[in-house]
Nanobody, 124 residues
Framework: QVQLVESGGGLVQAGGSLRLSCAAS????????MGWFRQAPGKEREFVAT????????RYADSVKGRFTISRDNTKHTVYLQMNSLKPEDTAVYYC?????????????????WGQGTQVTVSS
């Protein structure tokens, strides 16, 4: 049974930083593209960042480029999202996801497994 468990969310002031973690189990972690998505109240789930199997390739949403960094540790079966210079508009539930496809992808429908999410709230 595949499990993705996010942690690290919380309340932070604008300009602050948070580091999200996602621990994976029940899948061949090093053969899954990993992604982070987020969903704000009343909005659709949107792409944030994705990383290839080895970590050599990444892709970001324009809204977070230069502020967020995705990384992974295949020995720990964990993917991370370092979020700096946070803004109130970054407030959302953040979800970790895993895809069986061999390329970095940004679409919700291409991800096979999802975590339960972790709340990030940025106050102004």
């Amino acid at each position: 049974q595949v499990q993705l468990v996010e942690s690290g969310g919380g309340l932070v002031q604008a300009g602050g930083s948070l580091r999200l973690s996602c621990a994976a189990s029940g899948l061949t972690f090093s053969r899954h593209v990993m992604g982070w998505f987020r969903q704000a109240p009343g909005k659709e789930r949107e792409f944030v960042a994705t990383i290839s199997w080895s970590g050599s390739s990444t892709r970001y949403a324009d809204s977070v480029k230069g502020r967020f960094t995705i990384s992974r540790d295949n020995t720990k079966h964990t993917v991370y999202l370092q979020m700096n210079s946070l803004k109130p508009e970054d407030t959302a539930v953040y979800y970790c996801a895993a895809s069986k496809l061999p390329v970095v992808i940004a679409t919700v429908r291409d991800y096979d497994y999802w975590g339960q999410g972790t709340q990030v709230t940025v106050s102004s």
